[in-house]
């Protein structure tokens, strides 16, 4: 049987790579010189970007999940693993603050600490996976 701690694992990493994957469009778009192509890419965007938030709660209720999975399972509280998935609990906690922040009101000061944000929080759940399966 598959356990449900990594079942949800990989349900938050797809998810978090769904959202995350919104960056290398708008970049893309940025970058093309070609008119038709941004057009098409800005309208898969304007769709797209209408189910970010929506993602974002699923992969919240997923990462709640997982934390209740993990804490019924698990004994070693004091791992590297652990360490590293609270760490990159916290940083999606602080993710999903400046996602709020951003959404109250959208300045590009908003905007980029979200991004950082996002790229930190990408960062630390990189290493959360390489520390659970090295």
């Not at 919104?22 to 893309?28: C, K, S, V």
């Not at 192509?37 to 938030?53: C, D, G, N, Q």
């Not at 602080?94 to 905007?111: C, D, E, F, S, V």
Request: glycine content about 4%; charged content about 15%.
């Amino acid at each position: 049987m598959f356990p449900l701690v990594t079942l949800f694992g990989y349900l938050i990493v797809i998810a978090i790579l769904l959202n995350f994957s919104m960056y290398f469009i708008f970049l893309w778009i940025r970058n093309s010189k070609n008119r038709n192509i941004r057009k098409k890419l800005a309208t898969v965007a304007r769709k797209w970007m209408k189910s970010h938030r929506p993602v974002a709660v699923v992969a919240t209720c997923f990462l709640l999940l997982h934390v209740f999975f993990v804490y019924q399972q698990r004994s070693d509280y004091f791992s590297m693993q652990f360490a590293s998935g609270i760490i990159a609990g916290g940083m999606f906690l602080i993710l999903i603050i400046t996602g709020l922040y951003r959404n109250q009101k959208a300045t590009g000061r908003r905007r980029r600490a979200h991004q950082y944000t996002a790229f930190l929080f990408v960062f630390f759940v990189l290493i959360h996976v390489a520390i659970v399966y090295l």
